[in-house]
């Protein structure tokens, strides 16, 4: 739905000059389409948490951070 680039710059309330995903068409999308499962019909804090979740950890995705390889014997 996002890329990891898109998603570093939105989160939930649209702090720190982020946009506000609790705002967006987008989160009625996300919900809409999760319901559509009978077995998640009625999950949406379950849905919220998880997308603040991924929106929070946005940051640590893709290349943004690297783990650091130490060399070998160290």
Same mark, same amino acid.
């Given at each position: #739905?996002?890329?990891?680039?898109?998603? /570093?710059?939105? !989160?939930?309330?649209?702090?720190?000059?982020?946009?506000?995903?609790?705002? #967006? %068409?987008?989160? *009625?999308?996300?919900?809409? %389409?999760?319901?559509? !499962?009978?077995?998640? /019909?009625? %999950?949406?804090?379950?849905? +919220?948490?998880? $997308?603040? /979740?991924?929106? !929070?950890?946005? $940051?640590? @995705? =893709?290349?943004? @951070?690297?783990?650091? *390889? +130490?060399? %070998? =014997?160290?």
């Amino acid at each position: #739905m996002f890329s990891d680039d898109v998603g /570093r710059s939105i !989160n939930w309330k649209g702090v720190n000059g982020k946009k506000a995903f609790s705002q #967006m %068409a987008s989160k *009625t999308l996300l919900l809409y %389409a999760v319901r559509k !499962n009978h077995f998640t /019909r009625a %999950a949406t804090d379950e849905i +919220l948490k998880h $997308a603040i /979740r991924w929106f !929070n950890l946005a $940051a640590d @995705r =893709g290349s943004s @951070r690297r783990r650091v *390889t +130490l060399p %070998a =014997g160290v």
